[in-house]
């Protein structure tokens, strides 16, 4: 089996992106030295490095990264060694202009940016694996190496090109999975608006149309687009297995919704060694630590709950959002040990040193402009201190308390034309009903419908439009064997091929539900409705209602006004040992936190209201002990009470009966016993 974790490194990873092919050789004494001061342990190297390893075809110059990864070395610096396939040279796309991806408006991409690349190309394909072979053989028994970092973001910005290369391949890979013109014709149901098939070299991509392209068609090519570029990964990590055994291979993900949409990370996540994710704070407006706690669990479940590494964050502002505000003091500490406390064992950034520069040069990094006379850096030392304090929780995993689903397929089978509402969306809904959960101090694992569940009390689906009968039986199953399952509207709606299931509405979900739906009936913009429930109590919802017929579902809360008056808004089925909830209507935050109450009432998770609003309080163990990370960030101090004393160790002090937390800082206990 390959190794997980990076190579030679006994400490929590530390560090980030470096690249001194940026900078003259005289400043790399500088940088390692300043290194050693924070603390750095380990660096990624080379990721975009290509044109410099091989400036022209078949010529290479390794010269600069031997004496870069040798000074690293001599100062114990361990390296995450790239394949720099996400940056062809100039001289590749020269000879080979067919390797430059193509939009479904036929537009090709040009040379100057990043990722522009065609997964399906022969030429690129053969090319990657030959860097990739020359790296292996000089670097894979370097002692140096800790991990391979194949390419950069599969997925961003390019995932899917539509050239005649891309057609051919599609074509073999339809043949792989439908064996036959017949197979794709009644998977993709192509008798509506006489799109049938006799052969299938007739087919191509989904390129531009007139109007709505064939659903079941579309959301195929996205399936395909993932798998080639996974196939390219898949490549480049056997050559690298085979060259350099006992060097574990990853590439950095996406992970978190508001990222990334084009990857299966679930399938993702069986093909690299370690899982490692990036992740940058979205500033909407909304409480970015929620995004961040939520990325660093769904990036945790992807790793199927084993540690995982942050090999991607920034020390302050990024620069390409409409606007990119600093972090402000203690809050990269809170970031990065908040990923910590969710399963990384390390926290590493873009970059080590700010780019003079590129189209990057106004993103922060390690060491700023500025230089070691500035705020991020002094917070940088300080955060390395800390992160070699908490070494100790490496290889310990993080306790969820509930469950989340999700599926990658489902968000894009959601996301074609011709909804009932294009107000639904799938990744608001997951934001909406996790927020919740978070507010509630309730840590959760994010899993696919087809998994297990039985570990979980209280199983939540924000969002599942396309749900496989095997998952409806799933959940029926888990239901059945005494858990809490709670349903959000317009899921279980469709099979893998975007069909209807057969039967009334939810199809894959009517029998676990005690219901069926006769038409939904989105609301139009602005719209809103109100329910009621017990004791008078009154929610409100937008965006969509439904007709439901409970079906052995006991009705909670009734709508109270528009075409749905009367009808249930919320129900409840008994089924076997446990329970199921439907809500048929976007509830607001405040009726989703009411909802959950009450299902978590029914799976016997208790409150939770000694701990203060946004504090997170998150639960690691493992062979080395349990450890209890609180992390507080709002401005008042405040105490959180202990099951057990322990050690705090980022202070060394005596933690016994409740752990003082400062406003805006983060403590860690290693719990006695």
């Given at each position: 089996?390959?190794?997980?974790?990076?190579?030679?490194?006994?400490?929590?990873?530390?560090?980030?992106?470096?690249?001194?092919?940026?900078?003259?050789?005289?400043?790399?004494?500088?940088?390692?030295?300043?290194?050693?001061?924070?603390?750095?342990t380990?660096?990624?190297?080379?990721?975009?490095?290509w044109?410099?390893?091989?400036?022209?075809?078949?010529?290479?110059?390794?010269?600069?990264?031997?004496?870069?990864?040798?000074?690293?070395?001599?100062?114990?610096?361990?390296?995450d060694?790239?394949t720099p396939?996400?940056?062809?040279?100039?001289?590749?796309?020269?000879?080979?202009?067919?390797?430059?991806?193509?939009?479904?408006?036929?537009?090709?991409?040009?040379?100057?940016?990043?990722?522009?690349?065609?997964?399906?190309?022969?030429?690129?394909?053969?090319?990657?694996?030959?860097?990739?072979?020359?790296?292996?053989?000089?670097?894979?028994?370097?002692?140096?190496?800790a991990?391979?970092?194949?390419?950069?973001?599969?997925?961003?910005?390019?995932?899917?090109?539509?050239?005649?290369?891309?057609?051919?391949?599609?074509?073999?890979?339809?043949?792989?999975?439908?064996?036959?013109?017949?197979?794709?014709?009644?998977?993709?149901?192509?008798?509506?608006?006489?799109?049938?098939?006799?052969?299938?070299?007739?087919?191509n991509?989904?390129?531009?149309?007139?109007?709505?392209?064939?659903?079941?068609?579309?959301?195929?090519?996205?399936?395909?687009?993932?798998?080639?570029?996974?196939?390219?990964?898949?490549?480049?990590?056997?050559?690298?297995?085979?060259l350099?055994?006992?060097?574990?291979?990853?590439?950095?993900?996406?992970?978190?919704?508001?990222?990334?949409?084009?990857?299966?990370?679930?399938?993702?996540?069986?093909?690299?060694?370690?899982?490692?994710?990036?992740?940058?704070?979205?500033?909407?407006?909304?409480?970015?630590?929620?995004?961040?706690?939520?990325?660093?669990?769904?990036?945790?479940?992807?790793?199927?709950?084993?540690?995982?590494?942050?090999?991607?964050?920034?020390?302050?502002?990024?620069?390409?959002?409409?606007?990119?505000?600093?972090?402000?003091?203690?809050?990269?500490?809170?970031?990065?040990?908040?990923?910590?406390?969710?399963?990384?064992?390390?926290?590493?950034?873009?970059?080590?040193?700010?780019?003079?520069?590129?189209?990057?040069?106004?993103?922060?990094?390690?060491?700023?402009h500025?230089g070691?006379?500035?705020?991020?850096?002094?917070?940088?030392?300080?955060?390395?201190?800390?992160?070699?304090?908490?070494?100790?929780?490496?290889?310990?995993?993080?306790?969820?308390?509930?469950?989340?689903l999700?599926?990658?397929?489902?968000?894009?089978?959601?996301?074609?034309?011709?909804r009932?509402?294009?107000?639904?969306?799938?990744?608001?809904?997951?934001?909406?009903?996790?927020?919740?959960?978070?507010?509630?101090?309730?840590?959760?694992?994010?899993?696919?419908?087809?998994?297990?569940?039985?570990?979980?009390?209280?199983?939540?689906?924000?969002?599942?439009?396309?749900?496989?009968?095997?998952?409806?039986?799933?959940?029926?199953?888990?239901?059945?064997?005494?858990?809490?399952?709670?349903?959000?509207?317009?899921?279980?709606?469709?099979?893998?091929?975007?069909?209807?299931?057969?039967?009334?509405?939810?199809?894959?979900?009517?029998?676990?539900?005690?219901?069926t739906?006769?038409?939904?009936?989105?609301?139009?913009?602005?719209?809103?409705?109100?329910?009621?429930?017990?004791?008078?109590?009154?929610?409100?919802?937008?965006?969509?209602?439904?007709?439901v017929?409970?079906?052995?579902?006991?009705?909670?809360?009734?709508?109270?006004?528009?075409?749905?008056?009367?009808?249930?808004?919320?129900?409840?089925?008994?089924?076997?040992?446990?329970t199921?909830?439907?809500?048929?209507?976007?509830?607001?935050?405040r009726?989703?936190?009411?909802?959950?109450?009450?299902?978590?009432?029914?799976?016997?998770?208790?409150?939770?209201?000694?701990?203060?609003?946004?504090?997170?309080?998150?639960?690691?163990?493992?062979?080395?002990?349990?450890?209890?990370?609180?992390?507080?960030?709002?401005g008042?101090?405040?105490?959180?009470?202990?099951?057990?004393?322990?050690?705090?160790?980022?202070?060394?002090?005596?933690?016994?009966?409740?752990?003082?937390?400062?406003?805006?800082?983060?403590?860690?206990?290693?719990?006695?016993?």
């Amino acid at each position: 089996m390959p190794e997980t974790a990076p190579k030679g490194l006994t400490r929590l990873a530390f560090g980030g992106d470096y690249n001194p092919e940026q900078w003259p050789e005289s400043v790399w004494e500088e940088d390692v030295r300043l290194m050693r001061e924070a603390g750095v342990t380990m660096v990624s190297v080379g990721i975009f490095s290509w044109a410099l390893l091989e400036p022209a075809p078949g010529e290479y110059d390794f010269g600069w990264l031997d004496r870069i990864i040798g000074l690293l070395h001599a100062n114990g610096i361990r390296v995450d060694l790239g394949t720099p396939t996400v940056a062809p040279p100039a001289w590749f796309y020269r000879a080979h202009p067919e390797a430059l991806p193509v939009t479904a408006d036929g537009t090709r991409y040009e040379f100057g940016s990043r990722g522009a690349i065609c997964h399906s190309n022969a030429a690129y394909r053969a090319a990657s694996a030959e860097i990739t072979t020359r790296l292996a053989e000089r670097y894979g028994d370097h002692p140096a190496l800790a991990l391979w970092h194949v390419f950069n973001e599969y997925g961003v910005p390019v995932s899917a090109c539509y050239c005649d290369s891309c057609a051919a391949h599609f074509r073999r890979w339809l043949t792989t999975a439908y064996a036959t013109v017949d197979g794709v014709n009644s998977a993709w149901g192509t008798a509506f608006w006489g799109q049938r098939y006799a052969d299938l070299d007739q087919i191509n991509p989904p390129r531009l149309t007139p109007t709505a392209v064939n659903p079941a068609q579309a959301l195929d090519y996205r399936r395909f687009a993932d798998a080639t570029m996974r196939e390219n990964f898949v490549a480049q990590r056997d050559i690298l297995h085979r060259l350099s055994p006992g060097v574990p291979v990853t590439t950095n993900f996406m992970a978190a919704l508001s990222q990334c949409d084009s990857v299966d990370y679930w399938a993702w996540g069986r093909e690299v060694d370690l899982v490692t994710n990036d992740h940058y704070l979205i500033t909407d407006g909304r409480r970015t630590h929620v995004n961040l706690a939520m990325a660093a669990d769904l990036t945790r479940s992807v790793a199927g709950g084993a540690p995982w590494l942050l090999l991607e964050h920034s020390t302050s502002g990024v620069n390409w959002q409409p606007r990119n505000p600093a972090k402000a003091p203690g809050q990269m500490a809170r970031n990065s040990l908040s990923h910590v406390a969710r399963g990384s064992d390390g926290a590493m950034f873009f970059q080590w040193r700010q780019s003079r520069r590129g189209a990057e040069k106004f993103h922060s990094a390690m060491l700023p402009h500025g230089g070691t006379e500035t705020r991020v850096w002094r917070e940088v030392v300080r955060l390395g201190a800390a992160v070699d304090s908490l070494s100790p929780v490496r290889g310990t995993r993080t306790e969820a308390d509930v469950a989340v689903l999700w599926d990658w397929q489902s968000w894009w089978a959601q996301n074609l034309a011709w909804r009932p509402s294009e107000d639904h969306d799938p990744r608001e809904r997951a934001d909406t009903f996790y927020e919740a959960l978070f507010d509630r101090h309730l840590t959760v694992d994010f899993a696919h419908p087809e998994a297990d569940l039985s570990a979980y009390p209280l199983v939540v689906v924000p969002a599942l439009y396309l749900m496989t009968e095997a998952a409806g039986e799933n959940l029926k199953r888990y239901v059945e064997n005494g858990g809490t399952l709670v349903v959000s509207y317009f899921s279980g709606i469709v099979d893998e091929h975007d069909a209807v299931h057969e039967g009334a509405c939810p199809g894959a979900l009517r029998d676990v539900l005690g219901l069926t739906v006769e038409e939904f009936s989105p609301l139009l913009a602005g719209e809103r409705v109100r329910v009621t429930g017990p004791g008078g109590a009154e929610l409100t919802g937008d965006v969509w209602t439904e007709f439901v017929v409970p079906r052995g579902a006991e009705t909670v809360w009734t709508y109270a006004e528009g075409l749905t008056a009367g009808r249930p808004a919320v129900t409840r089925h008994r089924l076997g040992g446990g329970t199921a909830w439907y809500v048929s209507t976007r509830l607001d935050a405040r009726g989703v936190d009411t909802l959950l109450g009450r299902a978590a009432q029914d799976a016997g998770i208790a409150p939770r209201a000694e701990l203060p609003y946004d504090v997170e309080v998150v639960r690691r163990r493992g062979e080395s002990g349990s450890y209890l990370f609180a992390v507080n960030h709002t401005g008042a101090d405040i105490k959180v009470p202990l099951t057990a004393d322990g050690t705090e160790l980022l202070t060394g002090e005596r933690a016994e009966g409740g752990l003082a937390v400062p406003a805006g800082a983060v403590r860690v206990v290693r719990l006695d016993g």
